[in-house]
């Protein structure tokens, strides 16, 4: 009679447990087909990614070749590569319009036979693009582009003095020079690619209304507008001390180690739109005759040959006795001038994807082969 009062308490029991397991089994399953969903979409959205790129890197090629033959007609291609204030227009133009075109062309276009071509063609753009970035760094002294001159010198508001300088091979000090800068007065368009003293003054040029920047050759002419002997000394120690500076190759010892020196000291000032004429007072003193934010001092240097017809030039700007910024590039004389990837690279990238065409051709036609001979078999 026991064991027949405790059977309803099992079987009510057991009919809960299944429940309870049927529940869990359930959710799981749920739980599983959700994660397989979601799992199958991102599969397909990395697909869909994949192919966009595929095909957007034949286009990015194509679209720099068309900027190259545009602005290579028009005098602008070389013109903004190595232009002294202005970084972003080149880096827009060839690479960010042509990327975000490539891009767009590409997720409107449905093409099988592009996204296989992309699948080889991409792998050996990245390769290109590194190893030529590198050669640009590792020779010119920069990846993308010739470094502009440094935005505090866009915001010059007045020139305080322009010192010209000299190291020769076999003295250890900077020596100061009194006679005039060797500056030339350029065309619209000028010889960008063998600036580098004149950097400043081509900024200058550019604003007029601003300040005295409209007599900075007066000021460069003027004896008595230059750096004293221990502001000179006190320069050359950070310089040195910067480790910045390349060693000659060997051979080039005495030519490497003869330096050119321009040192620009001016002043930024919110009042960058009032145009003065400095009085005799302020220009003997060195005074700004506006109120300044911040004064600096760029000093520019270059060098003889460091290797065979291999120049290097370099930019420190100086503030309170600190150099806040350095830069530096090279350039060639009689040697590879204008050997550079970012120059060449439409070209380079080019005759890559001539070549994937012809790996991509010779690949299909051995797939298409061997489906030959296995039908025959």
């Given amino acids: 009679m026991a064991s027949l009062s405790l059977l309803p308490k099992i079987l009510s029991d057991f009919l809960f447990g299944f429940y309870l397991l049927n529940s869990v089994l359930n959710r799981a399953t749920n739980h599983m087909q959700k994660r397989c969903s979601q799992f199958k979409k991102k599969t397909l959205s990395k697909s869909r990614i994949l192919r966009t790129l595929f095909k957007a890197s034949i286009f990015y090629s194509i679209m720099r070749l068309i900027i190259l033959i545009v602005f290579r007609n028009a005098d602008l291609y070389d013109f903004l590569y190595f232009h002294f204030s202005n970084d972003f227009a080149w880096i827009f133009l060839t690479i960010i319009l042509p990327l975000s075109t490539a891009v767009l062309v590409a997720q409107k276009i449905s093409s099988k036979f ?54 020769k091979f076999d003295e250890r000090q900077f020596k100061i020079l009194t006679d005039s800068i060797s500056y030339k007065k350029y065309d619209y368009l000028p010889d960008l690619y063998y600036s580098n003293f004149e950097r400043p003054y081509l900024v200058f040029e550019n604003m007029p209304n601003r300040g005295n920047l409209w007599r900075y050759e007066e000021v460069a002419n003027d004896k008595n507008l230059k750096l004293s002997i221990s502001e000179v000394n006190k320069i050359q120690t950070l310089i040195i001390n910067s480790s910045f500076l390349e060693s000659p190759e060997e051979g080039y010892e005495e030519r490497g180690n ?14 960058s ?28 240097m270059k060098s003889g040959e460091l290797s065979n017809d291999h120049y290097p030039f370099y930019e420190f700007l100086i503030k309170d006795d600190k150099i806040i910024k ?19 690279a439409p070209i380079a990238e080019i005759a890559v994807l001539i070549l994937s065409l012809i790996i991509f051709g010779i690949y299909k036609l051995i797939i298409k082969l061997r489906k030959t001979g296995y039908n025959n078999v």
């Fill in 258 to 271: 003869r330096y050119d020196i321009q040192i620009v000291e001016f002043v930024t000032s919110d009042e």
């Fill in 273 to 300: 739109n009032t145009t003065i004429v400095p009085t005799n007072k302020s220009i003997s003193q060195r005074k700004p005759s506006l109120e300044f934010e911040d004064k600096f001092l760029l000093v520019s």
């Fill in 114 to 167: 592009l996204t296989d071509l992309g699948k080889f063609f991409l792998p050996l753009l990245v390769i290109l693009t590194i190893t030529g970035y590198g050669f640009n760094k590792s020779y010119w002294g920069y990846t993308i582009k010739r470094p502009s001159v440094f935005n505090e010198v866009k915001n010059t508001n007045e020139v305080l003095s322009i010192t010209r300088l000299e190291k």
């Fill in 326 to 344: 350095k830069q530096k590039y090279f350039y060639d004389l009689a040697g590879i001038e204008g050997m550079e990837y970012s120059i060449l």
